[in-house]
């Protein structure tokens, strides 16, 4: 019997993977917790995911490496200790340590594949969905789907399950904000609209409060001319963001951390306070972007709010009472957070697994592509222009302001087929090159080229002319074919990704994960190291002490809110006497 499919929300802040069981999705501890933080750090020639990886951010940050989904599909690298890494391949890490888990816990059979479902922001472009696709590869499991993250959150919310209905799913999370309109009917799942930006989320909302934090401490203390280091930063990071999540709760929230700065041979510690008032001044411009999304996404579903039967909210940060308040001013529609909205979208990808597989739940989901696909094309506009240049001008050089022949349009449901003739500008031309791009804009300079593709036709004819079917498949991932409309022969097709994303495998494969004692007890490891240190004195050492053994008892329970402040304490000893050394 073949593994069972497992569902990953591979996410900005957190990742979290569930599975089927009693035809119900069910989270997978992972480090015994159910959301997993995508944090990778590299130390000790280990790789360290989650929890401690984040507080190592803190003591560790040149070797920590948080948020990497924001980075997902462009050509980079980054330093990861004295490693250079691909973002694919930091994700990979976080994926190994997913899998890892899994074949573990439910004793997977490892001579099979271990398959999966994997998720993404619905606003995802090409190349983050294939830099996704990669990641998983590289961490040695199966993809057997790709789907848009508000689509998984809308099957967890059983929409299949009603007879005609249409919602708004909002998911504001770490990272990407998304909004899909959504139809149900008879078990099918329609997306009618997608909107959202992939480059907002609660990370943005931590960094104006952490530069709030900072001005109002430096004021505060009249210190001038200094300059945080990422040490502060990683902890002004973590400061800002536990601040944000109590002001989800609580209008006024105290901020302490003690031996925060040292100038001038003064300890400062870090004393104030902030109000929900403050911080919601700081992100309203943001949740104001977030219900012109909305607004936008109803318009191109062309619907009125009036007409939904509800607005769904998912995502960490749909937590923020700002968030519904806003949306309740703007619609006049009340907006529910979704039952576990962390969870919710790991448990559609669950869902969508089952389907596949066909487990019992009659479902069909119908996705749409939320960008446009289209060539670069002579348009009427270029051809006017170049009308009215001499004939010096278009020189060799010149290089029209092509426009954008659109090929799939945005919002149409994928998978999807759409062909277009492209005719030889010279006898026998044996090679095309067409450029492909992705995005709304009028000119294609104003949207993103995804790459190439490269024609080739075997025997080619004097007057050719070559048919080419661009398909956007059901992960939204595009593959093209193409023929010779004369001799009806197939023309070798071959898509070239611009961003030519060429994996290093082994570079992950040979990297050693650390094991779960291992990383358990990186802090302590750096604890007793201290109390090997001469240049310590013995108060220091006692509280050492006795801090290591509180925190070892809360780690043998299940209370992570405890486990957590104990964890802060540690963290904030250790960074204060480790800094003291150097
Ligand atoms: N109670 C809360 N109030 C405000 N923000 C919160 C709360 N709980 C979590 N968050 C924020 O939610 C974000 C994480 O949400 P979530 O786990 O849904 O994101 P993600 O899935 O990792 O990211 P993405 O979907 O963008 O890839 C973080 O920025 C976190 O600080
Ligand atoms: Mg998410």
């Known amino acids: 019997m073949p593994n069972p499919i497992i569902g990953i929300d591979l996410g900005t802040t957190n990742s979290v993977v569930s599975i089927l069981k009693d035809k119900l999705p069910q989270t997978i501890l992972v480090d015994n917790a159910k959301l997993l933080p995508s944090v990778v750090c590299y130390t000790d020639s280990k790789f360290i995911v989650g929890q401690t990886a984040k507080n190592m951010a803190i003591l560790e940050p040149e070797n920590t490496v948080l948020s990497i989904k924001r980075k997902m599909g462009q050509d980079i690298s980054l330093k990861i200790g004295d490693r250079e890494m691909r973002p694919e391949e930091i994700s990979a890490v976080i994926l190994k340590k997913i899998r890892d888990t899994v074949v573990e816990q439910f004793d997977f059979n490892e001579n099979l594949p271990v398959r999966c479902v994997i998720t993404v922001p619905a606003y995802f472009t090409e190349e983050q969905r294939n ?34 209905a249409v919602y708004a799913i909002y998911d504001l999370g770490g990272g990407t904000f998304d909004i899909s309109v959504i139809e149900s009917m008879d078990g099918l799942v329609e997306v009618l609209a997608t909107k959202g930006n992939n480059e907002l989320g609660g990370d943005d909302f931590d960094k104006l409060l952490m530069d709030f934090i900072w001005e109002r401490f430096l004021k505060q203390n009249k210190i001038v001319n200094v300059y945080r280091t990422r ?136 996705d749409i592509t939320p960008h446009s696909l289209g060539v670069a094309v002579m348009d009427d506009t270029t051809y006017d222009k170049l009308y009215s240049l001499s004939p010096e001008q278009v020189g060799k050089d010149y290089k029209p302001d092509l426009g954008t022949g659109v090929i799939i349009k945005q919002n149409t449901p994928i998978p999807s087929k759409k062909s277009r003739k492209f005719s030889a500008s010279v006898p026998f031309q044996k090679k095309f090159e067409i450029e492909v791009y992705q995005g709304e804009g009028k000119r294609y300079t104003d949207n993103r080229n995804i790459g190439t593709a490269m024609l080739e036709v075997a025997e080619p004819l004097e007057h050719g002319t070559i048919e080419v079917t661009f398909e956007l498949d059901i992960n939204g991932l595009l593959k093209i074919t193409a023929e010779e409309t004369t001799t009806k022969e197939m023309v070798n097709a071959e898509f070239k990704s611009s961003k030519g994303v060429r994996v290093h495998k082994s570079h992950v494969e040979t990297a050693e994960m650390a094991s779960r004692e291992e990383s358990d007890n990186v802090l302590i490891r750096r604890a007793e190291k201290l109390l090997d240190n001469d240049e310590i004195v013995a108060e220091d050492k006692a509280e050492l002490t006795e801090l290591i053994t509180r925190y070892q008892q809360k780690q043998e ?21 480790e800094g003291n050394e150097d």
């Open 557 to 577: 329970t299940e209370d992570q809110a405890a486990l957590e402040e104990t964890e802060n304490e540690l963290l904030d000893l250790l960074y204060y006497l």
């Open 131 to 164: 830099a996704t696709k990669q990641a998983a590869e590289i961490s040695a499991l199966q993809v057997e789907r790709i789907i848009n993250e508000p689509t998984a959150a809308a099957l967890a919310f059983g929409m299949s399950a009603l007879d005609e």
């Open 231 to 366: 040490k502060e930063e990683a902890r002004l990071i973590r400061i800002a963001e536990q601040t944000k999540i109590k002001l989800s709760s609580e209008k006024v929230v105290p901020v302490q951390e003690s031996f925060f700065l040292k100038n001038n041979g003064i300890n400062y510690h870090l004393e104030m306070e902030i109000s929900r008032d403050e911080f919601e001044g700081l992100i309203r411009e943001k949740i104001q972007s977030t219900t012109t999304l909305l607004a936008e996404a109803l318009d191109a579903a062309k619907l009125k709010a009036a007409e939904l039967d509800g607005i769904i909210l998912v995502g960490g940060s749909s937590r923020i009472p700002l968030v519904a308040d806003m949306i309740q001013k703007k619609f006049n529609v009340d907006a529910a957070l979704i039952s576990h909205p962390d969870e919710a979208v790991s448990h559609g990808a669950t869902i969508q697994g089952a389907i596949i597989d066909n487990q019992e739940i009659d479902t069909v989901l119908i």
